[in-house]
């Protein structure tokens, strides 16, 4: 692919030169003093964006997968019975992970396109008077459906049920890209990665742990050492790291936090808005229809997009891909050959974001699809120009 | 401006990371063995480029202006007549130039968007009986006006005239891009840069020179000392360099030379022409207008597009910068404020080619151009889908 | 640190700028047909490293410790035993890791500075008539000490005892820098890093694992879905990856694969000795002594140095990292405070190797080290003068 | 030559990661207003280095000969008379470049390893009643030979004549390594490079001219166009540049003052003069010598160093070459297989210079030079242990 196409998937995203820049850095060695030292204030700015004061930041050279096994090893015994629901890919594979570490996992089926039922949750949590259920897990953002969900209103029924659960959230897919509140939503582990909203190489899951989970990890039983927050936090209160580090990746996470803090997280999120909102106008002008069920659900990271009836959209991902040297995201589980995605997130901007408008429309195009080339390209267009200014001020 | 939105300017290019890559090495000994044994391979490479079997090729550390000073220097002296057609920014200032170093330049005045008048040239060297005229100096591609003009004629005419005369070439924006013709078409010295059909950083200027042009520095009496041919000639033959050699920029080009062969500089013709005929098409869709008076003079590395009655091309151009983080050319000398241009040279694929067209075209409607959204993007899409293939597929 | 002095701690090693230029690279789509085709020829590559015909490589987004791990964990099941011997910090950790997943593990301790104590490990084995040990866990290479075992001794024990336990190698520190025989000493798991031998950033562990132990991941119990030798067999084997891989790294180690055949294997192994060499004759000039007991336990990639009675072997390195800006190994362990250790495996040269050892000399000597200036590097630099040459001839 | 092993060449330097990650910058638009507002600053910087509160700067993109001619055809005509001694390759350059471009020189022969004449030229200038005499001009570090002029005394020796001819100095390899006092010693012109004390890469001369000589520019005949001062002038003060700039040397030229001001130039100077005693303690002690005739001469970028009667300085620098991997300075000119040199400026510490001595000895000890191993390393230790702290403080 050439090497200046941007890619439009859900993430790994495209990285900045600046991340790149320091990403690019020779072998520091990690048992200096220096290593130690830039702990504190890098775990300082991972809770801003997570929106936590004093959640213990814990990251692992691992991907977010990575993240769900030491969210419930660190916190869950075998046997534990956790409360889940079906609405894609990312939640199915959670529910896997679960079910092959040993947990009894109660699952709520959903339909893909839906997000957290927060109300089936509530009347599940009030209906356990015995709290066998040991925890409740989200996926913020479906990938598979570009589906966001509501976890204040999971938090809701939870407190509604007056229910001790731990709330799980995997936000990899949407921290540093849309809103997230930790605290305000009663989080007790996110989950995130450092290839998505963070902008940097695939390689360090970052996981957000309360101080009630923290506690939980005293009676945990399922076996952990890679992935011990044990081990971490003693390694990293005294400058260090249980065994060696991905420096890059760490040095990479501190300049990507100075990038969003000047920009500043609210405009991040404005961006992002923005850049999917013109994506969406876009389908609409296609006469295509989003995998997400309704607006609220809408997600600002990546739109999954039906395909008319009677095309395949392995076809299209793979002919824009041979045609045009370009990377759209491909259907995934129920949705293979059924929709493609568009991701939107990270380092983009209306420049970059029309050339995948323009490009899949071509493809499109080729293909017989019943679209007009150039609609979707006018209608973000007509919505990038009339809300230009704001947003971008700040931009990078 | 954000470090991933391209650049629309006809040169210096966006840089492909391959050649980032390259020239980003540690500094290595110039008086190594290593440094002189890559130069026969690296001068071949460019010979090739230019289409001549034994032109000797010059480099400096320089820009295309610093060429050709070198050109005129070492093949001219004081009081020599020169001829030259004055019909943009680049002919103006080379005139200019010529005039600075003491010559007699004889000047066809043409209009801004006409190209190299070869009938013109013919005429006025058969009226010089007396072979006053030393040498007639062309720009190739004049990229304040994004015209190409016709070196062939230019030649015929000469020969037409039985004339003596050198033939300089200016084909900084065209050479890697478009089709070259060196012995063909006769040229004496030909002068280009590495930031442009290369695709490289600023700063070195190469230079193909004949063996009739080498004979005349015996007697040309400009001084030159950093620009003289001998000193290079003589310094390259030994492995070495007059002075410290810009080695980042002669690997770069080292491996600038493999990206072009390995996509064949036929295609890499081609993939400009394609590019060039979409931004064409889009500019007919809008309503607009080349500078370029026909289309047998179109560049296919920038077009330069008159702006409608009553507007003004330098706020448009501003205005892209400010809205959209992404940079046009500017209308240059006459063409200021008339005219913005497009530069479609370098590293660019369909997909960055769609992005700045929608772009400006969010510019125009922004400052109430008749311009309909969309139109000029889906006038590219339709050529570049019904084109794709051929000469994408071997892309770098 | 000033980003040109290299460091000398047994890794991660000194980056060569070719392999950072490799990682330096734009996020591209897993998903895409690139991806997958790449994975064959990689892992061949691997597989000649090992030393091995038919081993499965599997590669993991994670430090070595996963690998760990993945070892026992797609192998054995909670309550099984296993047999290993302490004789430094990643035996010891590598212990503390299959205890805390439930194992039964039986420890030979032995001092620090021995080697795997392949009679006691057949001794052990032959009294195992039941078979209850699945498995042999040795540490290569112990970094800690300096100390390279003989697996060879180890696997010639386990046949004398004619037992069917499975033999795991921690090759960490030892593969791609020492010879490593996986098929000749009938391996079936081994376990190594990106950020050693192989030059590159830290983030990936590289495991094969032979047919039978593969067999044993039919009835192991312990869980595991990050680690899982089955998702990834699967992924791989579709041109995938369970999640999302680390592409840089993976890009990174098919260029330090060629790096490491263009320079010959054999030469790698040779290098390393040499410059090993070189450090243990200056070693000897300071009359110091190896943590080593003895020569045939000799580390090719660090050495590991006790100090003189009297002294603190962390001041020495803090004040090495103080006063000169340069890394040096701290003592672990039971060597904390008593040895400091000189890595020298990867990226390194004569050139480079001898900075290192005339800076510890200098801080030794500023902390009243009973040795003379000058003295190791003069002896280090006999040697390494005298066996010029050779192996030199191939450096990259 | 492997990418890590320094390079010991008096310029290029070893390029700081730092830097080279500012140069590799993508292409972004010069003439986009961001480019036009970096100057006055990048300028203010230069200021600095050169000591001088009003001078004009002024870069080009070409090397330190470039400046050379920069410097002469912006302020002379020909037929003008200047005043120059020769005592090494580069004054000897010099006065070839002036010859070639029809200047009158005086030259005043020098032996090789002398610095420059103050008193000949006074008394010459004393003799000069009809002011005949426009310039002087001088080299401040003669790069050959190791010896740093004293040009306070030069312009001494010119107030005491009270001739009213300009000062113009070479400090191309002395600038931003050396004290340099533009306005204190009544400089003219001052010429230096971006790859030296900046530690660049090669491409980019800098000069600084007195608002004396920029009155010269008025009558001054000698033809120039790419080196005109008025153009680069109108143009930096329009925000712009006459031509193509070479923007990534200038990005890195803005990072260059950066680190030097973070370093303190007080500092920079030291370390300079810390890292040069060391080498010469090592030469003492090889019971070599230096061609600089006296310690008031020495260079503390450079050091030229006589190889014994009978052996060849070349074959010196091509083993050590050839059997390590590294490069030293040949001795050039008159020194040519009399003497080799040792750079020691630009970004170097006391590891990587003592890894240079190291391996010089080694090749000596190769060619069967009288000295013994480590004795010129130790020397060299010995010196920076005793003065390591202070310099080492601050150093990037």
Chains 1, 2, 3, 4 share one sequence.
């Not at 830039?38 to 814990?58: H, Q, S, W, Y």
């Not at 501190?254 to 999120?269: A, I, R």
Request: aromatic fraction near 10%; proline fraction near 4%.
């Amino acid at each position: 692919m050439f090497d200046q196409n941007p890619i439009f998937i859900p993430g790994p995203t495209n990285v900045p030169d600046r991340l790149r820049r320091v990403m690019d850095m020779q072998t520091r060695d990690h048992r200096s003093p220096a290593f130690g030292a830039m702990l504190p204030e890098l775990f300082d700015g991972v809770r801003k964006v997570f929106n936590t004061k004093d959640a213990a930041i814990i990251t692992f050279p691992a991907s977010g997968t990575g993240g769900w096994e030491a969210a419930v090893s660190n916190t869950l015994s075998p046997g534990d019975t956790v409360l889940i629901a079906r609405y894609g890919m990312f939640s199915h594979r959670w529910i896997d992970l679960c079910q092959r570490h040993g947990l009894n996992v109660e699952i709520i089926e959903c339909a893909w396109g839906s997000g957290a039922p927060a109300d089936l949750f509530a009347e599940r949590l009030k209906a356990d008077k015995g709290h066998e259920i040991k925890a409740v897990l989200v996926t913020h953002n479906e990938t598979a459906t570009g589906v966001r969900s509501d976890i204040g209103a999971v938090r809701r029924g939870m407190d509604s049920a007056d229910h001790p659960a731990m709330l799980m959230v995997d936000c990899v897919s949407s921290l540093a890209s849309m809103p997230f509140d930790f605290d305000g939503w009663g989080v007790d582990v996110a989950i995130t990665g450092s290839q998505k909203g963070f902008m940097l190489f695939t390689g360090m899951c970052i996981v957000a742990v309360s101080q009630k989970a923290l506690e939980h990890r005293k009676t945990a039983k399922l076996p952990r050492t890679f992935f011990s927050f044990d081990d971490m936090l003693a390694a990293n209160g005294a400058g260090g790291y249980p065994y060696t580090p991905p420096i890059q990746l760490m040095f990479g996470l501190q300049e990507s936090l100075k990038m969003l803090f000047e920009e500043g997280l609210e405009n991040v999120y404005a961006r992002h808005f923005r850049l999917a909102e013109g994506v969406r106008r876009a389908v609409d002008a296609w006469g295509l229809r989003l995998c997400a069920e309704s607006a609220d659900l809408y997600s600002d990271t990546v739109s999954a997009i039906y395909v008319p009836k009677g095309f395949d959209s392995n076809a299209l991902t793979q002919h824009a891909y041979d045609a045009y040297d370009i990377s759209f995201g491909v259907g995934l589980g129920e949705m293979n050959g059924r929709a493609f995605r568009i991701g939107h997130l990270g380092a983009l901007t209306d420049v970059t974001m029309l050339s995948g408008l323009a490009t899949i429309e071509m493809a499109m195009a080729d293909l017989d699809y019943p679209i007009e080339l150039g609609s979707g390209v006018a209608a973000a267009q007509q919505f990038y120009r009339t809300t230009a200014g704001a947003s971008l001020a700040k931009a990078a």
